[in-house]
């Protein structure tokens, strides 16, 4: 089992940065795909970007596409957002996870199989 555990998140105005982290401890994490998710009050978990194994394939949810970078160290064990350009409806918890073993897709919750407990990010002015 992998324990994952973000950090970085605060409060920020309209068009500031956050950078999260994410933690992983216990087995492989280099070997797995991650990503992040979020979470904002009343709605469902969303995806928001995601990486291979080995940091090269990339996605992202559009609304945070040329503003969102993810990345990863795997010597660390630590998987990164960095977040420029915040709007107010970039505030949520936001989660990372690490992907299933052999999963075909990276957007849907189901997809992954370790969560950490999440960081709250919020902006507003």
């Known amino acids: 089992q992998v324990q994952l555990v973000e950090s970085g998140g605060g409060s920020v105005q309209p068009g500031g940065s956050l950078r999260l982290s994410c933690a992983a401890s216990g087995r492989i994490f280099s070997g797995y795909g991650m990503g992040w998710f979020r979470q904002a009050p009343g709605k469902e978990r969303e995806f928001v970007a995601t990486?291979?194994?080995?940091?090269?394939?990339?996605y992202y949810t559009d609304s945070v596409k040329g503003r969102f970078t993810i990345s990863r160290d795997n010597v660390k064990n630590t998987m990164y957002l960095q977040m420029n350009s915040l709007k107010p409806e970039d505030a949520a918890i936001y989660y990372c996870?690490?992907?299933?073993?052999?999963?075909?897709?990276?957007?849907?919750?189901?997809?992954?199989?370790?969560w950490g407990q999440g960081t709250q990010d919020t902006v507003s002015s």
């Open positions: 996870a690490r992907r299933r073993s052999g999963s075909q897709s990276y957007s849907y919750t189901s997809d992954y199989d370790n």
């Open positions: 990486l291979a194994w080995n940091g090269i394939s990339t």
